[in-house]
């Protein structure tokens, strides 16, 4: 790394970006209000540990892949977020699903789980001084089995998956308590169907009863906030989904709950960068999942793309940072998984970033006067202003590896630790 070369840049971009406006100091400092959320679940393929080797099966998620160094063990997954954190500049946050508790090689079924079973997460957490978040796991569960949770007309199912989101929400409550930072509890359901279903009416009655009994118990802001996630499809469940965007928008008005938008959870031409400024007149806040669709909800790595950059660039510009929950998902395990999280993190981190060395009110200003080619030449000209001089400055100052140096720290990483897995 050459640091005298890194400084010059950021000098010059520096400069550059203050003809427009804009501080980048004070963009440096900004980005400390960016804190994304790393989901657990791209260390071991939405596995978990309920049993010894858990692996996925149904409820409308796949990970494809089977790149070796998956983790195994809570210690391993640890291990390899300790890694991830430790490659990434700016504030983290844990995302964790029900089904990575601490069960010590107990069967403990999701109708039972306790705070205890997380307790060795929470300090975890602590010793990292991070935040957490959790998520309810209505999936890969034979009571799932039938493609219904939460709606199931099994009464017996049903009540199950009431019981164990009554359970997650206590437990998002404890370490909300435990950390001193709010804990967001989301919910995603599977529920839906692969052909054409007569009754979609019954089961979004059902959803609604058991969202109903599950949130009834109410926890401090504080402590806990609940999200509820929509879906347009996924396979298997092509012709319905229960939890689709127009009943979880309603519940999330309603029940002052959180919206939970994931960008691959809608038709390709929606754009959930438009849909923030639409949900938060209606609610409080919003949880994202970042993602990259390809074709459908695939889950593929987020890259730096026009998707992204238009969600961050709707949430800087509107001042919605603190409106805005930040969580990734994906799951590829078709390469190196904590290159993937680094490639990921980075990207939103960067398109953060290049929202905040945006001239808005520049912008703004051409808008309402009408004067359009003027306002595309500029954001045309803004895409090759020297962001990576600014980014890479930003890196060496949070003390961790500039541009593609993370690479080789990957591969030793992957040498040393993954490859004996
Ligand atoms: C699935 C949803 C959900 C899951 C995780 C594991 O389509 O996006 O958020 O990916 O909860
Ligand atoms: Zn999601």
């Known amino acids: 790394m050459n640091k005298q070369r890194i400084q010059q840049a950021y000098q010059l971009a520096k400069e550059e970006y203050a003809e427009l406006g804009i501080s980048t100091d004070a963009v440096l400092e900004k980005m400390k209000e960016v804190v994304i959320s790393l989901h657990c679940w791209q260390t071991d393929d939405v596995g978990g540990f309920e049993t010894p080797d858990s692996s996925l ?44 508790g601490d069960f010590q090689g107990e069967r403990v079924d999701r109708n039972q789980i306790e705070p205890l079973h997380f307790q060795s997460w929470i300090d975890w957490c602590k010793k990292q001084g991070i935040g957490m978040d959790f998520n309810a796991s209505c999936f890969s569960h ?66 609604k009863k058991s969202l109903d009994e599950a949130l009834k118990v109410k926890y401090p802001g504080e402590w806990m906030k609940d999200a509820v996630e929509s879906k347009l499809f996924g396979i298997g469940v092509e012709s319905m989904t229960v939890g689709s965007h127009d009943f979880y928008l309603g519940y999330a008005i309603k029940n002052n709950t959180l919206i939970c938008l994931d960008n ?49 660039a709707e949430i800087v510009r509107n001042n919605f940072l603190s409106r805005v929950k930040i969580g990734l998902d994906f799951f590829d395990a078709s390469i190196n998984r904590i ?83």
């Open 339 to 421: 290159g993937a999280y680094v490639i990921g993190t980075r990207a939103a981190q960067k398109a953060f970033m290049i929202a905040m060395l945006e001239p808005t009110e520049k912008l703004i200003q051409y808008e309402e006067a009408g004067q359009n080619f003027e306002r595309l030449a500029l954001l045309e000209e803004l895409k090759t202003k020297p962001f990576g001089a600014v980014w890479d400055y930003y890196c060496m100052t949070e003390n961790v590896p500039v541009g593609e140096a993370y690479i080789t720290e990957i591969q030793q990483y992957e040498k040393e630790v993954l490859a004996k897995r």
């Open 57 to 100: 099966s149904g409820g409308g998620i796949q990970a494809t892949g089977n790149y070796p160094g998956k983790a195994h063990t809570i210690q391993q997954v640890r291990a390899d977020l300790e890694k991830v954190l430790s490659l990434l500049p700016g504030k983290q946050r844990l995302n964790l699903h029900a089904i990575y």
């Open 142 to 207: 034979p009571r799932a089995a039938d493609g219904f949770t939460l709606s199931s007309k099994n009464e017996e199912n049903r009540r199950f998956w009431v019981e164990h989101v009554k359970r997650c929400r206590a437990i998002s409550a404890e370490i909300g308590k435990q950390l001193g930072s709010t804990c967001v509890h989301n919910i995603w359901i599977p529920d839906g169907s692969k052909d054409t279903p007569v009754d979609r009416n019954g089961y979004r009655v059902n959803l």
């Open 264 to 312: 691959g959870h809608f038709h390709p031409t929606e754009q959930v960068g438009d849909k923030i400024s639409a949900c938060l007149q209606w609610v409080d806040e919003v949880l994202l999942h970042v993602t990259r669709p390809i074709r459908w909800d695939s889950d593929h790595v987020v890259t730096l793309n026009e998707d992204v950059q238009l969600i961050a």
